[in-house]
T-cell receptor, first 116, second 107 residues
Framework: DAGVIQSPRHEVTEMGQEVTLRCKPISGHDYLFWYRQTMMRGLELLIYFNNNVPIDDSGMPEDRFSAKMPNASFSTLKIQPSEPRDSAVYFC??????????????FGEGSRLTVL | QKEVEQNSGPLSVPEGAIASLNCTYSDRGSQSFFWYRQYSGKSPELIMSIYSNGDKEDGRFTAQLNKASQYVSLLIRDSQPSDSATYLCALNYQLIWGAGTKLIIKP
């Protein structure tokens, strides 16, 4: 079975440009998470969805960041305009809640973003 | 005070010994606790989850939870070089994460 699929794997862009990261969760999973990881701040939760509905976006750094989940098989994280401090690895993860809360997270391989 | 504290390491352990990783947290209401392993350049993967006070064993791994003292630990028995990675502690259904402890197993 395919795991969580993220694209692009690597993105290099210039400050001020728009960046769109994409995620396809595992089929049947009802939770989707977006995380950002840097050496300085570790793994940070940005936003998570349950059944395509955003539950908590308090981790989104500022209005430059937005996330959508138009259907159960696709989500996007958009940064507009991008800044050098946005450089990080962005992970998407999905899970099936069952009876144990959010369940085990399955992570994608990550999108490494570099903003020059 | 950070919500979740982990010693960043690196923690160096000889092969075959027990590696002990610790995580302390500030929210007494925390209910769920997870240990993830992350190899360099890879994504995190779940090792164990624990919800109740006490020990939970899975193969060479044992998670220990003490809610009164607000810590959760991970013991790795018979450490192998392949255990060398960063270990991340997560709380509250994986909404809050520690910065991770880098573990190095020396042959």
């Amino acid at each position: 079975d395919a795991g969580v699929i993220q694209s692009p794997r690597h993105e290099v862009t210039e400050m001020g440009q728009e960046v769109t990261l994409r995620c396809k969760p595992i089929s049947g999973h009802d939770y989707l998470f977006w995380y950002r990881q840097t050496m300085m701040r570790g793994l940070e939760l940005l936003i998570y969805f349950n059944n395509n509905v955003p539950i908590d976006d308090s981790g989104m750094p500022e209005d430059r960041f937005s996330a959508k989940m138009p259907n159960a098989s696709f989500s996007t994280l958009k940064i507009q305009p991008s800044e050098p401090r946005d450089s990080a690895v962005y992970f998407c993860a999905s899970s099936f809640s069952g009876s144990t809360g959010t369940g085990e997270l399955f992570f994608g391989e990550g999108s490494r973003l570099t903003v020059l | 005070q950070k919500e979740v504290e982990q010693n960043s390491g690196p923690l160096s352990v000889p092969e075959g010994a027990i590696a002990s990783l610790n995580c302390t947290y500030s929210d007494r209401g925390s209910q769920s606790f997870f240990w993830y392993r992350q190899y360099s350049g890879k994504s995190p993967e779940l090792i164990m989850s624990i919800y109740s006070n006490g020990d939970k064993e899975d193969g060479r791994f044992t998670a220990q939870l003490n809610k009164a003292s607000q810590y959760v630990s991970l013991l790795i028995r018979d450490s192998q070089p392949s255990d060398s990675a960063t270990y991340l502690c997560a709380l509250n259904y994986q909404l809050i994460w520690g910065a991770g402890t880098k573990l190095i197993i020396k042959p």
